[in-house]
């Protein structure tokens, strides 16, 4: 093992070290139910925004950003712009009266709305689909990471952050890991921020430009590992040494490749000469000034698929179950308004640094473009614009510190959210089986990330977001702001948003995509799925009209009447 992942080694073991022993710090206080499940609802604003900044900034957001960036350019702006906007709309619609609800997950807000043990179940199962999907590329990331920094095989990183999230979670629940979260949230920051300043710093003095229309080259002579099937553009002729098969013949000498697209499978060596311009994955721009201009990708229906994305983002941001747990621990709805707005401007400023790198990777590792591994984009630009030495290899470090914070904080908000619905809705009985239930909502992710294909954040996250938006989302809005809706119509609506959209991720992830826009609704589904949701909800509430809660004044009155008349009070 190289010096650099020595160094990268020994940073993220002493993350997932100073991760355990801060969690530790939870046992000491964590003796209740309350504790475990939302740390006894004394969480504070900036903690808890920290946290939750922790938890939502995942190795997706980390790792995933600046590789679309770097791919996609102007186009890939609009990610981390529906991302920040969720929290926007959770502010504004959900977060002050979800924490006056006083239930402990979304299947016990269900019931506290509407009083409906089969909705509970539904919402129970739904908050599991979506949490596992969630956990799996976070897992995965975990091993990236790790085969990208140290060349250790990529189960090894899997297991070890599956290990380290759920001693975290056993060891204290929700108020070990608010302090395990805050922590990490400003490790990430810090692991972003520095290493861009200094590349930065030799941006600004690099002759060369971005604004050549021409395709990004290689400094020097390069061999890229295809490990996957892709299909690569070039927009120049290239001459290279082909050691695989391209558009399904075997080859193994020089070709030159014209003007066009290529098909390249798994396991094709390709060697580049130094100065070569570099084939692109088919679909992103193929120079650097179209990289620069929005609308410059040949994907079909690209504004849809935009509205989709946005939709996807800004609406399942406030149905991600790992997310609203934490508006549960604040004091009161004043609190839980504060938190949001305190969010909206840590995760903006973390987006801008992102973005950032993303720009920086298109000028010292283009060669990404060619294997698609773009999501490895961070963990690599430090050594490609430094060098070899010290300062490389301690920026290195910081980042693969970064960005073990990044996986296991998200997986850790992932699992006790997923086992506080375990421990309230499916296993039931005293404060231990907590434990229990944490251990049983990590095991399915883990064996998935060892088993399944890694596939790009820019595909599997949105697909979950589309999701949430297409459950959680519709229930909230509608069960918080109108009191028309019935149990019969909610579960209509979140059984109609659930499985398309779920059929959709399983489409996207398992078969190949029809082509037109059928294919483009499968692969970004939120902008169908989310209004049928709706729609379905309101439709069916009118029908049924009749079975309105005959409480549901009263109940509306708790959720949005200051927490000082003294109408709030918790479920128990």
Not at 76 to 83: E, H, K, N, Q, R
Not at 257 to 278: K, N
């Amino acid at each position: 093992m190289s010096t650099s992942g020595i160094v990268a080694l020994v940073a993220i073991a002493l993350v997932g070290l100073a991760s355990g022993t801060i969690g530790s710090m939870g046992v000491r206080v964590a003796r209740s139910t309350s504790d475990f499940l939302v740390a006894s609802r004394t969480v504070g604003p900036v903690a808890n925004a920290s946290a939750i900044s922790g938890e939502y900034l995942s190795a997706a957001s980390f790792l995933g950003v600046a590789g679309m960036i770097l791919r996609d350019g102007a186009d890939a702006l609009w990610f981390p712009i529906a991302f920040t906007t969720g929290y926007l709309a959770l502010v504004l619609f959900v977060a002050a009266p979800l924490r006056r609800s006083g239930a402990y997950t979304v299947p016990d807000f269900a019931v506290a709305r509407l009083n409906s043990d089969s909705l509970r179940r539904l919402c129970t199962v739904f908050v599991l689909i979506i949490g596992w999907l969630y956990l799996l590329p976070q897992l995965q990331g975990a091993g990236l990471a790790l085969t990208t920094l140290t060349a250790l095989p990529a189960w090894s990183g899997i297991a070890g952050a599956g290990l380290v999230v759920v001693l975290t979670v056993v060891g204290g629940g929700m108020r070990s890991i608010t302090f395990v979260q805050a922590f990490q949230f400003w490790l990430k920051l810090t692991a972003l921020v520095v290493p861009a300043v200094f590349v930065l710093g030799l941006f600004l003095s690099d002759s060369r430009s971005l604004e050549r229309d021409a395709a990004p080259d290689f400094r020097a002579a390069t061999t890229v590992a295809v490990h996957t099937d892709v299909v690569l553009q070039t927009p120049e002729p290239v001459n290279l040494v082909v050691k695989g098969t391209v558009d399904g013949v075997r080859a193994n000498g020089p070709q030159t490749w014209q003007p066009g697209r290529y098909e390249v499978t798994a396991g094709t060596e390709l060697q580049f000469p130094a100065g070569s311009p570099i084939p692109t994955v088919a679909g992103s721009p193929t120079t650097d000034r179209a990289w620069l201009e929005p609308g410059s990708g040949d994907a079909d229906n690209q504004m849809l698929a935009i509205y989709s994305v946005l939709i996807a983002g800004a609406l399942g941001t406030m149905g991600l179950p790992h997310v609203l747990v934490r508006f549960y621990t604040n004091p009161d709805g004043r609190a839980a308004r504060r938190t949001t707005v305190v969010v909206l401007a840590m995760i903006g400023g973390f987006y801008i640094v992102a973005v950032l790198v993303g720009v920086l990777a298109r000028l010292y590792t283009p060669d990404l473009l060619s294997t698609g591994e773009t999501d490895a984009a961070v963990l690599l630009v430090p050594s490609a614009a430094l060098g070899q030495g010290w300062t490389a290899w301690l920026l290195g470090g910081l980042v693969a510190a970064g960005t073990a914070a990044a996986f296991l904080s998200t997986s850790s908000g992932l699992v006790v959210s997923l086992a506080g619905v375990l421990f309230t809705d499916v296993l039931r009985g005293r404060w231990k089986d907590f434990r229990l239930a944490a251990v049983c909502s990590a095991l399915l992710p883990i064996g998935m990330a060892l088993t399944v294909k890694r596939l790009d954040f820019t595909l599997t996250v949105p697909l979950v977001f589309a999701v949430a938006a297409s459950t959680f989302c519709p229930l909230l809005v509608l069960g918080i702001w109108w009191r028309g809706l019935t149990a019969r119509g909610a579960a209509a609506g979140v059984l109609v948003g659930g499985v398309l959209s779920t059929s959709a991720v399983l489409v996207s992830l398992f078969a190949p995509l029809p082509a037109g826009v059928l294919g483009l609704l499968i692969y970004r589904p939120a902008i169908a799925t989310v209004p049928a949701a709706f729609l379905t909800m309101v439709l069916v509430s009118r029908m049924t009209r009749a079975e309105v809660p005959a409480d549901v004044d009263d109940v509306l009155l708790r959720l949005h009447a200051p927490e000082r008349l003294g109408l709030t009070h918790d479920r128990v």
